[in-house]
């Protein structure tokens, strides 16, 4: 997708929608990894913003549980009573960071292209390998990396963006 187009916000939604599917089927937690700390931040910012101000969403997420690195959606009774629900929570996907340990049932890697292949394939990717993962890869493609291998494999499927096409740039009169 084009820069500026709004992927932040689509992953956002996305996010609390499928918190809220998981959360009655008991798929695993979601893992949100950005380039840096911060962008994977500002995706968690923005889910906790979108579900305040939705009543739906509102109503969905566990406010006492959640932290600002973490959204904690109430469960629908498909687990033990005292374990929360499903969690999204975000991190770095640096290659200093140490993000070994954990596991989920999505992994979205927000601004995908600026992820490192190493840490793709050695660190990320096992992570989803217990739930059979859902991989969600973000970004602007640049470089034939990870992100454009997944973009050639069929088994990925792909939603495409032109640039042309972005309401925004339409909006402001760049695009004639």
């Known amino acids: ?13 996305s996010c609390l929608i499928l918190g809220d599917r998981y959360s009655r089927t008991q798929i695993g937690n979601i893992l949100i990894f950005g380039p840096r700390e911060g962008q994977a931040a500002l995706d968690l910012d923005r889910m906790h913003e979108r579900a305040e101000y939705r009543p739906y969403f509102n109503d969905i997420v566990d406010w006492k549980g959640s932290t600002k690195g ?35 049932g999505t992994i979205v890697l927000e601004e995908a292209q600026r992820i490192s292949d190493r840490v793709v394939s050695e660190t990320i990717l096992p992570m989803g390998g217990a739930w ?10 640049r470089l034939r990396n990870h992100f454009y291998q997944s973009y050639v494999d069929p088994t990925y499927k792909q ?9 925004l740039l339409n909006r402001y009169g760049a695009i004639s």
């Open 70 to 104: 973490t959204i904690v959606f109430k469960d629908k009774g498909t687990r033990f009573s005292r374990e929360p629900g499903i969690i999204a929570s975000q991190a770095s996907a640096s290659e200093m960071a140490h993000i070994e340990g954990f596991s989920a």
């Open 1 to 13: 997708m084009a820069r500026q187009t709004g992927k932040t916000d689509s992953v956002a939604d």
């Open 132 to 141: 059979g993962a859902r991989i969600i890869k973000v970004g602007t493609p």
């Open 159 to 167: 939603c495409i963006s032109p640039w042309e096409k972005c309401g």
